[in-house]
């Protein structure tokens, strides 16, 4: 299923729709995605996989995990994780990746530098910040991306 790039939300990150299957569950769904080149992991939010990917696409930890989010200055609780399929624009992704279960989080999935170095996700900003190229290794198109600026500018 090809993603839908979405213009940039107001704190200038850039936004998909990313298809995630679960080999445990036996389903696939859509989720709202966040590029966020400045996190580690990739983080799914639990309400939303419990619901879409079923409760057997989640291996729960014994007990809750506290997290330290990039901030370094609060924490976000991790519940467990969960190895899923990725599609990006027609681009599957046939290795399963780790995703660590979010108790809330703001965003349905964060897809960290962990995932995007995996998949070789590159992206291109053009002069004045409107327009964004995406392209995945594995796949020989891109994706352009409109942008629009942030609050302020």
């Given at each position: 299923m090809p993603a839908s790039w979405r213009d940039w939300d107001s704190d200038m990150q850039a936004t998909a729709d990313?298809?995630?299957?679960?080999?445990?569950?036996?389903?696939?769904?859509?989720?709202?995605?966040?590029?966020?080149?400045?996190?580690?992991?990739s983080l799914l939010n639990r309400d939303a996989a419990g619901r879409r990917l079923g409760k057997n696409a989640?291996?729960?930890?014994?007990?809750?995990?506290?997290?330290?989010?990039?901030?370094?200055?609060?924490?976000?609780?991790?519940?467990?994780?969960?190895?899923?399929?990725l599609?990006?624009?027609?681009?599957?992704?046939?290795?399963?990746r780790q995703f660590l279960v979010i108790e809330k989080l703001a965003k349905e999935v964060s897809i960290g530098v962990d995932l995007?170095?995996?998949?070789?996700?590159?992206?291109?900003?053009?002069?004045?910040?409107?327009?964004t190229?995406?392209?995945v290794k594995e796949c020989p198109k891109a994706t352009t991306v409109h942008t629009v600026l942030g609050r302020g500018q």
């Open positions: 990313v298809e995630l299957c679960s080999q445990f569950s036996r389903k696939c769904a859509t989720f709202s995605a966040l590029l966020d080149s400045g996190a580690d992991v989640i291996v729960y930890f014994p007990e809750p995990l506290k997290v330290r989010a990039a901030n370094g200055q609060k924490s976000i609780t991790a519940v467990g994780v969960a190895s899923l399929q599609a990006i624009d027609d681009c599957r992704t046939d290795i399963p995007m170095e995996a998949i070789g996700v590159e992206l291109t900003f053009r002069t004045g910040g409107r327009e190229m995406l392209r």
